[in-house]
T-cell receptor
Framework: GAVVSQHPSRVICKSGTSVKIECRSL??????MFWYRQFPKQSLMLMAT?????????EQGVEKDKFLINHASLTLSTLTVTSAHPEDSSFYIC?????????????FGPGTRLTVT | GQQLNQSPQSMFIQEGEDVSMNCTSS?????WLWYKQDPGEGPVLLIA?????ELTSNGRLTAQFGITRKDSFLNISASIPSDVGIYFC???????????FGKGTLLTVNP
């Protein structure tokens, strides 16, 4: 149980284009999902909290107009990187909390490797 | 923001050896989580701790929630090559379900 998928696993795009990443909870419902960014050999950095049916909350320093988050259902959140630049190249990972549990446990997707050329 | 100090940064051990790593916080945590991340993958939850003093095992892994609620330990016994990866501690600094992560411990196991 507690499986989270991400799509795509890898994406290469040109500078200036937009890329959408999907995060799905496969066997549980999640009112809250989280988007992280991870640079090589570094820890996970929380970018934003995605809330089903309401606006995402962004961490300090994260541009909400550049990283658009939509949480349209209890099993799907999407992150769109708009007007991508090479410095946006990174490993993006989502996680989800099980709605039926009151715990702090987050279950992570396998990540999406974004390369902007 | 809240920092978790995780040590050691990296470990190089021989197969069969035991491993210990720890995490400390400057403030009290109500939950400690330990994750393992393989290269190019997302973190996988290993153990969750909810009570001060709690000692929980998952196979060869054992984790403890420090009695002061400001630290936690993860031990791996009889290491095997597939234990290789980065181990992260994590906890919620506040009750809003966000997690703060340690910087990770990179474990290398020589067969």
């Amino acid at each position: 149980g507690a499986v989270v998928s991400q799509h795509p696993s890898r994406v290469i795009c040109k500078s200036g284009t937009s890329v959408k990443i999907e995060c799905r909870s496969l066997d549980f419902q999640a009112t809250t999902m989280f988007w992280y960014r991870q640079f090589p050999k570094q820890s996970l950095m929380l970018m934003a909290t995605s809330n089903e049916g309401s606006k995402a909350t962004y961490e300090q320093g994260v541009e909400k107009d550049k990283f658009l988050i939509n949480h349209a259902s209890l099993t799907l959140s999407t992150l769109t990187v708009t007007s991508a630049h090479p410095e946006d190249s990174s490993f993006y990972i989502c996680s989800a909390r099980d709605l039926s549990q009151s715990s702090y446990e987050q279950y992570f997707g396998p990540g999406t490797r974004l390369t902007v050329t | 923001g809240q920092q978790l100090n995780q040590s050691p940064q990296s470990m190089f051990i021989q197969e069969g050896e035991d491993v210990s790593m720890n995490c400390t916080s400057s403030s009290i945590f109500n939950t400690w989580l330990w994750y393992k991340q393989d290269p190019g993958e997302g973190p996988v939850l290993l153990i969750a701790l909810y009570k001060a003093g709690e000692l929980t095992s998952n196979g060869r892994l054992t984790a403890q929630f420090g009695i002061t609620r400001k630290d936690s330990f993860l031990n791996i016994s009889a290491s095997i090559p597939s234990d290789v990866g980065i181990y992260f501690c994590a906890g919620p600094p506040r009750s809003n379900y966000k997690l703060t992560f340690g910087k990770g411990t990179l474990l290398t196991v020589n067969p």
